[in-house]
């Protein structure tokens, strides 16, 4: 015999009681409004996240992003901002850059019909509103031709590591070959381009000027890179005595066109 | 008023366990799921590839062979020159093309043929005189490479050839600019 009372808390009236305190919390959970969740108390603004689609890459999609990205390239090399700094003895030497980005409009016209995709005429979006924009604005607005030269070699080098990169996405082999090769052309533009703004064989490695700041080498690494590439631009900030960092990324998931 | 308190120990032990089994479980398809979807998307991102292909080790120790000789060739080009720039700028070429063959033995491992280091050609002369000499065999040797990753099945050793042929054709732009090319037909317009 035991002195126990009904209201006496056993293990199994806690479960229970625990339980029924959950399904209440859950149910008043989903009556609260949604406006609330997107006003979490936070630092600062951050754009709303627009999930991606379900998307493939193709080898399709691969190559209508190339045209998207030498659209690009080339409406940099084209645009006036640039056009109207370049010397007249460096006025071929851009436009001749920019006619091989046509000439790899042209290729990458054919490889995309042959695959039976349709071709892509405007410059990557994404790309453009990330980083192509701004360039364009510094350049105009530091009104220097050494930007210019900058620039050129900043967007050449970009080319070819997209290529680079997209070797390791494209499902062809002779598709691979095909990129590789445009790739190559637009690795020689970028040498010619580091070589005119540093000349001689002394300025092949890295290396730095009389006041310690790193000089353009024309050989900076023995394997072609996919980090992101950096170019200063634009007028010096008289606040902090330096110049405008813009990063060119390779385009991804993203900013493929699909 | 007897109370009886009736103790139904197997019953409850077994509640317990399921609660405590579900809540275990629970927890941890909570943890993986992120990672589980995080794989799913990036499977989404594009068709997967053999890293490697057996079949590939001829084409590759032909790109071997070439690296070698293109090693050969720069010692020529290096013991020829003089200038501390020049003996700089063509060592820093020399060290690229070894990284080449360190790669690609790396890649093949004990499946590497022997490799010999026999000259393309013999540099010598001015600078500019062998500059011209040493861009047409870069040139070579990058077209060599492309032919190469046409063929390749394995996307590592497709990855390794084309970060190779992007610099290999700045080297050849870079040489053909000491030669005193223009620019245009340096960068292969």
Request: aromatic letters at 4%.
């Amino acid at each position: 015999m035991t002195n126990s009372t009904p209201n006496n808390i056993n293990r199994r009236t806690m479960l229970r009681s625990t339980g029924i305190i959950a399904a209440s919390g859950a149910v008043l959970a989903a009556c609260g409004s949604s406006s609330a969740s997107k006003n979490i108390a936070r630092v600062g603004e951050t754009p709303e996240i627009t999930k991606l689609g379900e998307v493939t890459v193709t080898d399709v999609v691969l190559l209508r992003t190339a045209m998207s990205v030498e659209t690009m390239a080339k409406t940099i090399l084209t645009d006036t901002a640039v056009t109207s700094l370049v010397a007249k003895n460096s006025a071929g030497i851009v436009s001749g850059f920019a006619a091989a980005h046509t000439s790899h409009l042209a290729n990458l016209r054919s490889l995309i019909s042959a695959r039976g995709g349709e071709a892509y005429e405007e410059p990557n979006e994404k790309l453009m509103a990330s980083y192509g924009t701004q360039a364009l604005a510094l350049v105009a607005e530091g009104k220097s031709e050494a930007d210019v030269s900058s620039l050129m070699l900043a967007t050449e080098t970009l080319v070819a590591s997209m290529y680079q990169y997209f070797v390791s996405l494209t499902a062809e082999p002779a598709l691979r070959a095909s990129m590789i090769r445009m790739g190559a052309q637009a690795s020689r533009a970028a040498a010619v381009t580091a070589q005119l703004i540093n000349p001689g064989i002394g300025a092949f490695a890295p290396g730095v000027d009389k006041d310690g700041v790193a000089t353009v080498a024309t050989l900076p690494s023995a394997f072609g890179a996919l980090s992101a590439v950096q170019v200063q631009l634009g007028p010096v900030n008289p606040e902090t005595g330096s110049r405008a960092t813009v990063l060119m990324d390779t385009p991804s998931l993203n900013s493929f066109i699909y | 008023m007897d109370n009886h308190q009736v103790e139904s120990p197997e019953t409850s032990v077994t509640s317990r366990r399921r609660l405590l089994s579900a809540l275990v479980a629970g927890g941890a398809f909570a943890t993986a799921a992120p990672l589980l979807a995080g794989r799913a998307s990036a499977a989404e991102g594009g068709p997967s590839f053999p890293t490697r292909d057996p079949q590939d080790n001829n084409a590759l120790n032909n790109a071997l062979a070439r690296e070698a000789r293109m090693v050969g060739t720069y010692r020529i080009a290096v013991a020829a020159v003089s200038a501390d720039d020049d003996v700089a700028g063509l060592t820093l070429i020399l060290d690229h093309h070894i990284a080449y063959v360190q790669a690609i033995k790396g890649y093949l491992g004990p499946d590497a043929k022997d490799a010999p280091e026999t000259p393309l050609s013999s540099p010598s002369g001015s600078l500019k005189a062998m500059a011209a000499g040493l861009a047409q065999l870069e040139d070579d040797t990058a077209t060599i490479h492309t032919d190469i990753l046409a063929i390749l099945s394995g996307m590592d050793a497709a990855k390794i050839i084309a970060s190779i042929i992007i610099v290999e054709a700045r080297h050849s732009a870079a040489l053909n600019m000491i030669s005193g090319t223009s620019p245009l037909v340096a960068s292969g317009n």
